[in-house]
């Protein structure tokens, strides 16, 4: 069986993000929370986010909440954030394959790539 996995690294400070909250959800055919889990200090998850029989064909959407890791990390920056929420929507299509979403991310832009 495959396995959605993330990370999120901080290109701001060229470090690992650590405790971002992040939160998966599977957008059809109905919005519905799958996890809800935080980055450790090498910025991944503990564990995939989503994988067995849960790991299905469909669209979700991962949610990083890194506005609380750049207060923490970087007291100067202007309230509100720039970048608060990051809301990455993708399409799962083999069930079979290992889908890696890793979000960089610094308080000004952020990019993302299915990685391996």
């Known amino acids: 069986m495959g396995r959605l996995t993330t990370h999120v690294l901080d290109t701001a400070q060229g470090c690992p993000a650590s405790g971002v909250p992040v939160s998966l959800y599977r957008v059809s055919p109905e919005r519905q929370l799958i996890c809800e889990a935080k ?24 949610i990083f909440s890194v506005g609380g890791y750049f207060r923490d990390s970087q007291p100067d920056l202007p309230d509100p954030a720039f970048v608060d929420e990051v809301v990455l929507r993708f399409g799962i299509a083999n069930s079979e394959q290992h889908y ?14 299915r990685g391996s």
């Not at 980055?39 to 991962?62: C, K, M, V």
């Not at 890696?100 to 790539?113: C, E, F, G």
């Open 39 to 62: 980055t450790n200090a090498d910025g991944r998850l503990d564990s995939p986010i989503l994988e067995d029989d849960s790991f299905t064909p469909g669209t979700y959407e991962l």
């Open 100 to 113: 890696h979403v890793p979000l960089l991310v610094s308080p000004w832009s952020y990019s993302t790539y």
